[in-house]
Structure formats: C-alpha cells, structure tokens
C-alpha cells in the first residue's frame, strides 16, 4: 500500500503549518493589544452607538498591524490590500452583523423566541431592543464576546494565508 502523500511532502506540508501557527500566534497577539489594551473606555462605549466611532476603533486597530506587514515584507499592493481587510473586518465583527445573524438564526436564544421558535417581535428596532437585553445577561455576554474572538481570529487567517502564497 503506497502513502497518499511521501515523506518529503509530508515534511513540506509541516513546514506551512508550523510557519502559518507562528504567524497567526503573533497575529493574535497583536490582536488582542490593538482591540483590548489600544482603547479608551469612552471608545469601548461609542463604537457601540455610533458607525464614525467604529471607523476610527477599526483604523486604529488596522494600524497596528502594519509593522507586522513591514517585517513580512509585503508589497505595496499587500499592505493596501490587508490594510483594508483589516479595517473592514474589524468593522463588520465589531458592529456584530455576523453575531446578530448568527444569534437570530442559528442560536435562537428561549429569552428571545415564543413558541414554534418564532420571534416574539416583528419589527426591527424591537428585535435589536431585545438583542441587547439578552446580550446583557451572562449568557449573552459570555456568548458575544466567544462569537467576536473567533471572528477576529478567522480575520487574522487571511493575512497568514496573504503570507505564504
């Protein structure tokens, strides 16, 4: 029986991830430093209420990552480009466009549902009232800030990937 992939291929493949863990651990380092340690809490609370102070938590955010973009040696056209990607994937996880879909249509929380699974509410400014009540309880919480990291660290991902290919 022959082996689906030889030694030496075997050995390259481990080499990718070895360098794509590396570099997604340095990633989510600088990650959580630019999201958690490089905010004020009058920016924690307005990025909420308001899309002007998401931009600038998101460009601030992105910023962060350019050295890490500098020392890879990214062209010209790559650190546009994951520039970019960086300010507007922070800004569609950080204004939980994901995290709402994800919470009305696949996790359905009892709080917010009646029988059958439907909503109790029909109309939108009555659905977000409700979001943010239950994202305000500990399950809610605990569960926003969970879908969050993982689509922060899913965002980190292109940029490994934008590395190695």
Known sequence: MSAIVSHNELHSLIDIFEDAGGMFALLLYVHFIADFLQQSSYDTDEKYTSHKALLKHSA????????????????????????????MSHFAIDAMWFTKLWVFKLYRPPELFRDQGRLPIYD?????????????????????????????ATALWSLVVMTLF
């Open 60 to 87: 601030i955010y992105a910023i962060q990552f350019l050295p890490f973009m500098f020392f890879l040696q990214f062209n010209r056209w790559e650190i546009v480009a994951g520039f970019l990607w960086m300010i």
């Open 124 to 152: 939108c400014e009555t659905a977000m009232l409700a979001f943010d009540k239950w994202s305000q309880t500990p399950n809610g919480r605990m569960r926003i800030l969970l879908i969050d990291q993982i689509q922060h």
